[in-house]
């Protein structure tokens, strides 16, 4: 069975940086979509950032000059490496695994920017 585990989060002051792991187990990595997704209390679950088999990337516009998902198959990891953090950034961020039509998530990590 596919899982997925994601790791990295923490409380972080604004401006500072954190880099966010999900590792993936029990499948072929590298054939997955990759994404990342963020909810906040009382909010809907949203898109982040999206990574694709080709090294080809999508992120929501709030994001695009301070966030980065890179995926490194060999050790079937992906990462969203979150710099220049606002407050609007706290949310539980969760990693998902897509192909064809087959769609896994992990369990999330807490991501909170606060002083």
């Known amino acids: 069975q596919v899982q997925l585990v994601e790791s990295g989060g923490g409380l972080v002051q604004p401006g500072g940086s954190l880099r966010l792991s999900c590792a993936v187990s029990?499948?072929?990595?590298?054939?997955?979509?990759m994404g990342w997704y963020r909810q906040a209390p009382g909010k809907q679950r949203e898109f982040v950032a999206q990574?694709?088999?080709?090294?080809?990337?999508v992120y929501e516009d709030s994001v695009k000059d301070r966030f980065t998902i890179s995926r490194d198959n060999a050790k079937n990891t992906v990462y969203l490496q979150m710099n220049s953090l606002k407050p609007e950034d706290t949310a539980v961020y969760y990693c998902?695994?897509?192909?064809?039509?087959?769609?896994?998530w992990g369990q999330g990590t807490q991501v909170t920017v606060s002083s």
């Open positions: 998902k695994a897509d192909q064809l039509g087959l769609s896994y």
């Open positions: 990574i694709f088999s080709g090294r080809n990337t």
């Open positions: 029990g499948s072929d990595f590298s054939i997955y979509i």
